[in-house]
Structures are given as structure tokens and as C-alpha cells.
């Protein structure tokens, strides 16, 4: 699963906004919308600021299927 897919569904699960997730974070709205629209140039570590959130972190995953 995609980071972007991860990030939307939880926080619809949650039923937190754009804002809220940006807020609790400590990051800009700005950075949630292109988070979750799949933008692939972002700041890992304010990614995993971001999964923190969730009680998750970035970390690798095989290519392999």
C-alpha cells in the first residue's frame, strides 16, 4: 500500500481533516494534500512525523513481488 492511500484511510477512519493531521504533526496543510496526493519528492522525516500519528514509520519494502 502506498504511503498516500496509508495516510487518507486513516485519517478518514479517524474522521480527522487535512488541517487536523497538519496540526497534530506540526507540519503545513500544504504538506498533508501533497503527501496524499502521491507527490514523491517529500521530506522523510516529516513523513514519518506525519505516520508518527498512526504508530508508524517509513521503512523498506522488496520490489520483488
Do not use: C
Amino acid at each position: 500500500m502506498e504511503v498516500s492511500q496509508f495516510l487518507k484511510e486513516k485519517r478518514k477512519l479517524l474522521k480527522l481533516t487535512q488541517q487536523d493531521v497538519a496540526d497534530k504533526a506540526g507540519v503545513g496543510i500544504r504538506f498533508i494534500r501533497e503527501l496524499e496526493q502521491g507527490k514523491e519528492t517529500l521530506q522523510m522525516d516529516k513523513v514519518n512525523q506525519v505516520l508518527q500519528l498512526f504508530g508508524f514509520k517509513l521503512g523498506p519494502i522488496s520490489l520483488k513481488k
